[in-house]
Structure formats: structure tokens, C-alpha cells
């Protein structure tokens, strides 16, 4: 992990040595002066102009300033499609201008390595290769699959297409898979040595997208999971396989600005879900929600806050269909605790100060375009999080909860990677059990 921290440090001291470092430009038009006349794009040669406009919040005739502006470029930056967006006011005559958005766009078709670390845990190392197209025909339709070997290797193809139908705002997506992933369950374990889930299956989700921030999908799951080695509890089946088809029901609410890493706007998240249809041994429910609010405090600064469950009900969960502490959830000061029950509930809290506002890097000998712009920036972080899961034949209360909190730095690199390193402390214990923390992507 040291070899890893002192990797990422070098590329941020030394990378504004080999290129040409250039501040993201200050929005300096004349605040709540005009409206907007015309929406001009440009720089998009593959991207169709229809999957930037259904991003951007301020339409013909809307009063511009220069906080939704930058709202609007944070949005078309959360594509994922483009190193580098910027949006330039252009008055007209009279009281209208144009807003002229200038994108960079993306390296979209590549193979790709596969690599990680499964649970944090950089003992479960994984890898392999893909193959991924990013915006097939200019749609930002997705089409990737990959493999890996190593820790829960798997075999995976994905077929992403945000509008289907474009008129009705219709969403497909597509995917079949193959994985051994190793047991989680600590109930599954009973003393004895652990196992591995061998699963197969596919899922079809069809959504629709109601307005820029309202999207609803349901989907269909088909799960044949067969345990290595069977013995009673692993599966529902005393056969050590259970085959089922599940469906689930979900909306979303999503306004945030920055996806990968946001300041302001709001999530909420509600889905439910139905496990096993028209069986007799599988046959349950569950109901979830993740809600999530950013509030800017100045320029770049925000403080942000997180709630989120899920609850059971109807028949026996599996195990393997537990929630837990410990994956992809984590309580940072227990950090590695795995926690296991049938439902779940956590909070966060997290401030953010930034140490080095957003900017771009220029490397013009690169030779390919879609590299030479590079985006960072680093933040400073302090935070606050609690949980807790439970078995449903037992009440919870606060004094089941688990709590710590902390401080950090995040980096905000190129092509939506976010890094994370934070020291957390479980609450009530002083520095000294502190955890040192390696993590990706935002908490919240």
C-alpha cells in the first residue's frame, strides 16, 4: 500500500512538470443579465448533440447565471464521455446569448485490463481483460464484456442503451454473467472452511426517464447459484442449488451535479424487490432506499449527508441474500468489521474543503487527443459514519450501532477515477485505534 500512496503523490506533484497546467477558466459574464437565445455545441464529432442537451438544466429563454452554469458543465461532464467541458457565454442582441458548449470528447472504443481488489481487501486481487465500446453510434450506448481470474473470477457481457426510444425516453439494458464469488456469510461459515457461490444468470432492465432529474426502471433476474460445497443453510434447495427469478421496481430522484464526486443537488433512491416468483422455496421481499443531500457552503466547499437501508419481509432470506457491513458497505473506524443480518441501516456525514480547486492539465506530446487533458483536484475531507445490520427476530436499537469518524484527503483524477486516503477512528477510542484507509470512488 505504501508503494501504491507514494505512486499517487508523485503524479500529482510532478504531473503540472510535464504539462502545461491550466486553471478551469472563471465564469465572468455579467450574473443574471441575460436569457438564453441559442444552445451551441461544439467538439463533439462522434456524440450526438441530443445526449448533451438532455443534460443541461437551462433551455431557450432561461435566465443564465453563473451558478447554473457550472451546474450544467459538472452535468455534461457526468456523462463520462469527454476529458474536458466548458461552457462560454456569448451575448446577442439585445437581452440573449448563446451558450456555447465546447466538449473534448473521450477515447471510446479499447480493449481495456481488468484489476482490483475485491472488499478493500488487497490480499483478493483480481485480473483479466475487456473489451468496451462507450458511445456506440455517438448515443452513449455501452457495449463492454470482460473476464478475470484470481479472487471471484467472472465472465460478464453488457449491453447499455440510455434511449432506446428517444421520443418516450425508453432505456435498455442488458447483461449475462458468470461468477465463483467466494462466500460472504459468517452464518454460511458455521466453523467450517469457506466456500464458493458459483453463479450464473442474466438481467433485463428496461427504464424511463420522466424529466432531467426523474428516470423509474424495472427489471427481471434469473440467479442459478450453486454452492462448492454443501452443507445445510449455504442454500434455501437442500441440494446445494438454488434456481430463481426475481423482479424489482425502482425510482429514482437524482439532481446532483457532479456524479463521480458531487457538491450540490439531491439523490433519492426507492426500490423494491421480489425474490422468487412462483416458487415455493424461495420467497421473499425486500424494500430499499438511498437518500442523499449535497449542500454548497462557497466556492468548491460543501457538506453532505447520506441515509440508507434495506428492510426484509415474507420468507426465509438465504444467506447469501444478507446485508452487510464490511463489502461494499464500510463504517470507516470498522473499517474491516463485517457485520451480517437481514437488514440494514447506516448514515454519513462529510464535509469537504478543497485544497486544489479543479483544474486541467495540457500534455501536448501525447499523441492521442482524448489523453492530453487531463482534469484533478484534491480536497480535504472530514467525516462521520454509523450502522448497523439485524436478524428481523431481533429489535435494534442505538446502542447496536457502530460509529466512527475522521479526516482525509481525496484526489479527483482524470476519467472519473476518485482516490481516497483517511485516517478513521471508531467513536469513543482516541487516535492511537485509528485506521489508515485506502478506498476509491466517493463515499457518498
Avoid at 469527454?82 to 457565454?89: H, N
Avoid at 473476464?147 to 425508453?170: M, R
Avoid at 501525447?366 to 428481523?392: K, L, S
Amino acid at each position: 500500500m505504501n508503494k501504491f500512496l507514494s505512486v499517487i503523490l508523485s503524479v500529482l506533484i510532478f504531473t503540472p512538470v510535464f504539462g502545461q497546467e491550466v486553471t478551469v477558466p472563471k465564469l465572468t459574464f455579467p450574473d443574471s443579465t441575460y436569457y438564453v437565445g441559442n444552445i451551441i455545441i461544439v467538439g463533439n464529432d462522434l456524440t450526438k448533440n441530443y445526449i448533451i442537451e438532455q443534460e443541461i438544466s437551462l433551455t431557450k429563454g432561461s435566465l443564465i447565471t453563473r451558478q447554473e452554469v457550472q451546474y450544467d458543465i459538472n452535468r455534461v461532464y457526468s456523462l463520462r464521455l469527454f476529458t474536458k467541458v466548458e461552457i462560454d457565454v456569448v451575448p446577442d442582441s439585445g437581452n440573449t446569448a448563446s451558450l456555447v458548449v465546447t466538449v473534448n470528447e473521450r477515447w471510446y472504443f479499447y480493449p481495456f485490463p481488468v484489476g482490483g481488489i475485491k472488499d478493500r481487501d488487497f490480499e483478493k486481487i483480481y485480473y483479466g481483460l475487456g473489451l468496451a465500446h462507450n458511445n456506440v453510434g455517438g448515443s452513449n450506448v455501452q457495449l463492454y464484456g470482460a473476464f478475470a481470474v484470481g479472487y471471484d473470477p467472472f465472465v460478464s457481457i453488457n449491453y447499455i442503451n440510455p434511449f432506446i426510444d428517444y421520443e418516450n425516453k425508453i432505456s435498455l439494458s442488458l447483461r449475462a454473467y458468470y461468477t465463483e464469488q467466494r462466500n460472504r456469510s459468517l452464518i454460511s461459515l458455521a466453523g467450517a472452511a469457506n466456500f464458493d457461490e458459483k453463479r450464473s444468470g442474466g438481467i433485463v432492465t428496461v427504464g424511463k426517464r420522466f424529466s432531467l432529474f426523474t428516470f423509474t426502471s424495472f427489471s427481471v433476474e434469473y440467479l442459478n447459484l450453486k454452492v462448492s460445497n454443501n452443507l445445510a443453510g449455504r442454500t434455501i434447495s437442500l441440494s446445494g442449488r438454488d434456481e430463481f427469478f426475481s423482479a424489482q421496481a425502482s425510482y429514482l430522484y437524482d439532481t446532483r451535479d457532479l456524479r463521480e464526486y458531487p457538491s450540490a443537488g439531491s439523490y433519492a433512491g426507492f426500490n423494491i424487490s421480489k425474490f422468487g416468483i412462483g416458487e415455493k422455496e424461495i420467497d421473499y421481499q425486500r424494500f430499499g432506499f438511498d437518500l442523499r443531500q449535497y449542500f454548497p457552503v462557497s466556492e468548491n466547499s460543501s457538506i453532505a449527508g447520506r441515509v440508507f437501508g434495506s428492510i426484509a419481509s415474507g420468507g426465509v432470506v438465504p444467506n447469501y441474500g444478507h446485508t452487510f457491513f464490511g463489502y461494499n458497505e464500510r463504517i470507516r473506524g470498522y473499517f474491516n468489521t463485517i457485520l451480517e443480518g437481514e437488514q440494514i441501516l447506516g448514515s454519513t456525514i462529510e464535509a469537504h474543503y478543497p485544497i486544489v480547486s479543479p483544474r486541467y492539465i495540457r500534455f501536448d506530446f501525447i499523441p492521442f487527443e482524448q489523453f492530453r487533458d487531463v482534469r484533478y483536484a484534491v480536497n480535504f475531507a472530514a467525516f462521520a459514519d454509523a450502522g448497523t445490520t439485524w436478524m428481523r427476530t431481533h429489535s435494534v436499537s442505538l446502542n447496536d450501532l457502530y460509529s466512527g469518524y475522521g479526516v482525509g484527503i481525496h484526489f479527483l483524477l482524470a476519467y472519473s477515477v476518485v482516490v481516497r486516503i483517511e485516517l478513521g477512528i471508531p467513536y469513543g477510542k482516541n487516535l492511537s485505534n485509528g485506521e489508515l484507509i485506502l478506498d476509491f470512488g466517493a463515499a457518498l
